[in-house]
Nanobody, 114 residues
Framework: VQIVESGGGLVQPGGSLRLSCAAS????????MSWYRQAPGKERELVAG????????NYADSVKGRFTISRDNAKNTVYLQMNSLKPEDTAVYYCRASRVLVYWGQGTQVTISS
């Protein structure tokens, strides 16, 4: 199993980033996918989730209206479009696959700073 996040970086407040999570080694289309984040000194928190067929999504209140999760089951990839970024969005962002088993990626750093 491999889960690899990409797309992180340093962005100014108000900017945008698109994170990608490429998965392999399991039946991606059968798994619920989600993005979590962990800021320094804080617990890991759920950012957004999407059902296996992409029909339903959920978001943390702090990112509603700014972030959009989507998936492409043909490409075994889930995305997180992040707009209107704020300094408090700074964190390591992790991709998570869950069904019966749970798989995590290694994370990608997102830093929002002027």
């Amino acid at each position: 199993v491999q889960i690899v996040e990409s797309g992180g970086g340093l962005v100014q407040p108000g900017g945008s980033l698109r994170l990608s999570c490429a998965a392999s080694g399991f039946t991606f289309r059968s798994y619920h996918m989600s993005w979590y984040r962990q800021a320094p000194g804080k617990e890991r928190e759920l950012v957004a989730g999407i059902t296996s067929d992409g029909g339903n999504t959920n978001y943390a209140d702090s990112v509603k209206g700014r972030f959009t999760i989507s998936r492409d089951n043909a490409k075994n990839t889930v995305y997180l479009q992040m707009n209107s970024l704020k300094p408090e969005d700074t964190a390591v962002y992790y991709c998570r696959a869950s069904r019966v088993l749970v798989y995590w990626g290694q994370g990608t750093q997102v830093t929002i700073s002027s």
